[in-house]
């Protein structure tokens, strides 16, 4: 079973920035398609951007942070980082990472199938 476990989250001003953490254990990330995904209270999970491996391929982004979120890999911690910056009352969520066998496009949650606990992003004065 692919474990990965969350970290980073916390209490952000809105305009301010975050970095959070998903580290694997059991398996070699470097290998597989990493997604990080967020849900709001009452909302549905949504993709907010993936990872296909840790090759030369250009991840994906929602539309909705473009420009402002980015995802890294560094394989030798086997951990896949999500930098959010300028966030803004959307960004309020339990944000998820999960991992799964080459998948393209990788921003459906349906394609994965195991979950963590999450981390949990609030963003307030």
């Known amino acids: 079973q692919l474990q990965l476990v969350e970290s980073g989250g916390g209490l952000v001003q809105p305009g301010g920035s975050l970095r959070l953490s998903c580290t694997a254990s059991?398996?070699?990330?470097?290998?597989?398609?990493i997604g990080w995904f967020r849900q709001a209270p009452g909302k549905e999970r949504r993709g907010v951007s993936c990872s296909l491996t840790s090759s030369d391929e250009a991840p994906y982004y929602a539309d909705s942070v473009k420009g402002r979120f980015t995802i890294s890999r560094d394989n030798a911690k086997d951990t896949v980082y999500l930098q959010l910056n300028n966030l803004g009352p959307e960004g309020a969520a339990v944000y998820y990472c999960t991992a799964v066998g080459y998948y393209d496009p990788c921003l459906d949650p349906a394609e994965y199938g195991s979950w963590g606990q999450g981390t949990l992003v609030t963003v307030s004065y």
């Open positions: 059991g398996f070699n990330s470097y290998y597989y398609t």
